[in-house]
């Protein structure tokens, strides 16, 4: 019903666990390590496609901010693989959000371990619920 609502984003922080899945050659996979390509996926309409590739953590979590703040949000979950600067990221991400975002309405998520393995340690991203009708489809 506000599948149009919904935006998913996540950054890896390498391919070596998209290539253990089967989701990239090894080759790739190779090549992408050598240039510290950190893939950006998304979730569209139930099917993982790739949104960006960037070539490195910081411009990735720019990426993601901007991906995610496209309009004003009513919940907001922030989505990590380990801890490494995920509050530094959190506090980016909330304070790009257009309108601002009431504290109480966003979560700090670790991701679970039926998921977490495919993407690999150092993944960040979230999960944004828009106000309903605010997001371009």
């Known amino acids: 019903r506000r599948r149009d609502d919904i935006g998913i984003y996540l950054a890896l922080d390498t391919l070596e666990y998209m290539k253990r899945g089967g989701r990239v050659s090894g080759a790739r996979a190779a090549i992408g390590t050598l240039l510290s390509v950190k893939p950006i996926i998304m979730v569209k309409d139930g099917l993982v496609e790739r949104a960006e590739n960037v070539r490195t953590k910081g411009k990735a979590r720019e990426r993601l901010i901007e991906f995610l703040c496209v309009a004003p949000m009513e919940r907001l ?32 998520d670790l991701v679970g371990p039926s998921v977490g393995p495919h993407l690999g340690p150092g993944c ?14």
């Open 77 to 108: 979950s922030i989505l990590h693989t380990t801890n490494a600067g995920v509050e530094e990221f959190a506090e980016q991400l909330i304070a790009a959000v257009p309108g601002g975002i009431d504290r109480s309405k966003v979560t700090i």
């Open 124 to 137: 960040v991203g979230g999960v944004a619920l828009y106000v309903e009708g605010s997001r371009a489809s």
